[in-house]
């Protein structure tokens, strides 16, 4: 019965597994698709000033040539640049001017002086004569960047007169008029009071028509044609071996984009869409295919997928963004991340393989695949290897000097290579590259972020784990001293066992400083931690002697998670030692029960388990018994040690401690070698000097 529940509970376990991992799978693909690039994928890869390496290419169909995006931009920047502004000239503001006139002759003319109607009428006359010119509004911000000879527009009865902007009524022109206008007049008195109500009724009755101006400019850009020329079916475009000259790459682009168009047209369907995601799963299938043939127990784990998966839709999100962008280059996007991250948690080969597969699939659509491919691959690699070498966060600023290095040092390779000299070097491309490289330092700080929402620890907060100064270390040295001594040399041991047999070497050596913290409880029951002679085992019975042993794993728990250690660590307390028995307690109520007749419980003399479910904690449980049993040799030659480490690891193995771990019967042979060299070295014979 328990058998079957057990395994129903696992078949649940793997069931969600992959239920997460095919959730992840769609994600990805739907993420994709949002921000798959509008341009199609065509069949010919070329570069500009480079040899065209494919077959003659002959036009397919009728199609014309488009100028080019910089063609287009300039071709709007001089319409924007050159369009006239639209002045309109108002009626009634000059109707309002001549009623200022009339309000400031009247307020100033003296009770004492002779009316001057006459001579107003005639000078408002002339005036609005002068006036109909249009005096322009010149305080507007448009009107201030306009220059002396540029052209305007002044609109007057629903019709445009094109002028320059020098030639459009002044201020100046205006007093001149007033003193003409004036001086015809013989009354010095009615001269002097119509010419200052003139000056004072000066403002402009021409204002700048901001609604017109962008019709007329709307209608001048539509002018605009995107064709410059036309190819005629069967006409030769470029042969092998001939330069992707200026006018060619022209042809060739507008070729890809009209293909494109007619696939879509014809057929009534986006199949090179379908194309490009088929291709886009055959390469996640080969990422997913990897991951399950080289770490299966990453695979069996969701969270890897789901966080590889993850990395890889955001990777290509912000590449096409960037790639469908006049402002950005695809060579800022901090696509080394990806990378740099995973070897956080991951071994290198899963943290490339990831990288590489990224790579390939933003490659479908970066304008020089096969160059962006080479930077990536080459510079981003160096660097991964770098870092890996160490995960101190001191590295940082190293790590993104090495990007920015690696980057450069591959794209001037690559353009001597294809240029065959250094004019072709783009030195705009450096500045992206430092960018990048800057953002790269993002992967620090996220590594916080993946440990939160994913439950992962870091090598780099597993070795500061490990620091003998934390102070839940710093308490069981102090308070069982020879539980501590026993962690260090059972760190050592698991170091050597993994670079034997494999496995993540930083966690187990943070995993063995741990795993016994329970001890500190009641260390006065451990054998490490007591004075010759002084055994408070023998006033107890077997029972209770065993129940405080097998507490210790509870205990080394609550101190655990009492202190927030991550999960990964509380996992191997739980685990070091299996569902095993406490063997010298057993045989001893075995014997006391046999005498008495009374029945034994099993359960009273076993620990709680579960048996280590990755090969790492495999190691842990081996390296502790034997580094505790190795204490207790009388003899430590070299068949003792043989037959202790034989001994002990046969039994565990015997008792199914292993079922659950991805640890081979060779992994366990070579784990019983390294044990025995090291057990050696630590007590071999010394020499004496007396």
């Known amino acids: 019965i328990f058998a079957s529940m057990s395994k129903t509970w696992k078949d649940q376990i793997r069931n969600f597994a992959a239920i997460q991992r095919a959730g992840a799978f769609l994600v990805t693909l739907l993420v994709?698709?949002?921000?798959?690039?509008?341009?199609?994928?065509?069949?010919?890869?070329?570069?500009?000033?480079?040899?065209?390496?494919?077959?003659?290419?002959?036009?397919?169909?009728?199609?014309?040539?488009?100028?080019?995006?910089?063609?287009?931009?300039?071709?709007?920047?001089?319409?924007?640049?050159?369009?006239?502004?639209?002045?309109?000239?108002?009626?009634?503001?000059?109707?309002?001017?001549?009623?200022?006139?009339?309000?400031?002759?009247?307020?100033?003319?003296?009770?004492?002086?002779?009316?001057?109607?006459?001579?107003?009428?005639?000078?408002?006359?002339?005036?609005?004569?002068?006036?109909?010119?249009?005096?322009?509004?010149?305080?507007?911000?448009?009107?201030?960047?306009?220059?002396?000879?540029?052209?305007?527009?002044?609109?007057?009865?629903?019709k445009l007169h094109s002028i320059s902007f020098h030639e459009a009524l002044s201020i100046t022109e205006v007093m001149d008029s007033i003193e003409a206008i004036t001086g015809a007049i013989n009354d010095s008195v009615c001269r002097g009071l119509i010419a200052a109500s003139l000056r004072r009724s000066i403002k402009p009755n021409a204002t700048y028509d901001d609604s017109l101006t962008q019709k007329l400019l709307a209608s001048e850009l539509s002018k605009i044609v995107e064709i410059e020329g036309k190819v005629e079916k069967g006409t030769a475009i470029i042969d092998r071996g001939d330069i992707v000259s200026d006018e060619r790459y022209k042809v060739l682009e507008s070729l890809k984009i009209e293909y494109g168009e007619r696939v879509i047209s014809d057929t009534g369907f986006h199949w090179s869409i379908i194309g490009a995601l088929g291709v886009i799963c055959a390469l996640i299938g080969l990422l997913i295919l990897f991951v399950y043939m080289n770490q299966q127990r990453l695979f069996n784990d969701p969270r890897p997928m789901t966080l590889v998966l993850s990395l890889v839709s955001i990777s290509f999100a912000f590449s096409t963004l960037a790639i469908g962008s006049d402002a950005i280059s695809i060579y800022a996007i901090p696509v080394g991340i990806t990378p740099l991250l995973l070897r956080m948690f991951y071994d290198f080969r899963v943290s490339i393989f990831t990288f590489v597969i990224s790579v390939l699939i933003i490659a479908l659509y970066a304008p020089n695949p096969l160059e962006y491919m080479i930077i990536q691959v080459s510079a981003i690699s160096f660097a991964t290897l770098f870092q890996a070498a160490s995960t101190k966060r001191s590295r940082m600023l190293a790590t993104a000097l090495f990007v920015f290095i690696g980057y450069t040092s591959i794209y001037i390779l690559m353009t001597i290579a294809q240029n065959g000299h250094w004019s072709g070097i783009n030195t705009e491309l450096f500045g992206w590259f430092a960018i990048n490289a800057l953002l790269c330092m993002m992967v620090f700080p996220l590594i916080y972020l993946v440990e939160k929402v994913f439950g992962y620890v870091s090598e780099t907060t597993l070795l500061e784990l490990s620091d003998s100064n934390q102070p839940l270390l710093k308490e069981l040295a102090i308070k069982a001293p020879g539980t501590f001594q026993h962690s260090l040399q059972v760190a050592n041991l698991c170091e050597k066992v993994a670079g034997s047999i494999g496995g993540n070497s930083v966690l187990l050596r943070t995993a063995a400083m741990y795993h016994d913290v329970g001890k500190m409880n009641e260390p006065q029951f451990l054998i490490e931690n007591q004075i010759p002679g002084n055994n408070p085992h023998d006033d107890l019975e077997p029972e209770e002697s065993a129940r405080i042993i097998i507490n210790h794993v509870h205990r080394g728990i609550d101190y655990c998670r009492t202190h927030k250690l991550p999960i990964d660590i509380i996992q191997f307390i739980q685990s070091h030692h299996g569902t095993s028995t406490v063997r010298f307690f057993l045989n001893k109520a075995t014997k006391a029960a046999e005498d008495s007749g009374n029945e034994l419980e099993m359960a009273d003399f076993s620990y709680p388990g579960p048996t280590p479910k990755s090969k790492e904690q495999a190691i842990l449980m081996m390296a502790d018994s034997v580094e505790a049993a190795s204490r207790s040799l009388k003899s430590f030659d070299k068949e003792s040690i043989d037959r202790l480490v034989d001994g002990l690891i046969d039994y565990q193995r015997s008792e199914g401690q292993f079922e659950d771990a991805p640890i081979t019967l060779q992994d366990i042979s070579n784990a019983k070698r390294t044990l025995k060299l090291a057990i050696n070295g630590i007590y071999h014979q010394r020499i004496s000097y007396d």
């Open 32 to 158: 994709i698709l949002l921000f798959l690039p509008k341009e199609k994928l065509f069949k010919y890869e070329y570069q500009l000033n480079q040899p065209w390496k494919h077959e003659k290419l002959f036009a397919p169909f009728d199609f014309g040539i488009k100028k080019s995006e910089s063609e287009l931009q300039n071709e709007l920047k001089r319409v924007e640049e050159t369009q006239p502004l639209v002045f309109t000239y108002r009626k009634d503001l000059t109707d309002e001017i001549i009623h200022s006139i009339e309000r400031n002759y009247s307020a100033s003319m003296p009770d004492s002086v002779t009316a001057c109607d006459s001579s107003l009428l005639y000078s408002i006359d002339r005036y609005a004569e002068v006036l109909s010119r249009g005096l322009l509004e010149r305080s507007n911000e448009a009107a201030n960047a306009i220059k002396p000879f540029d052209r305007i527009f002044l609109s007057q009865e629903n």
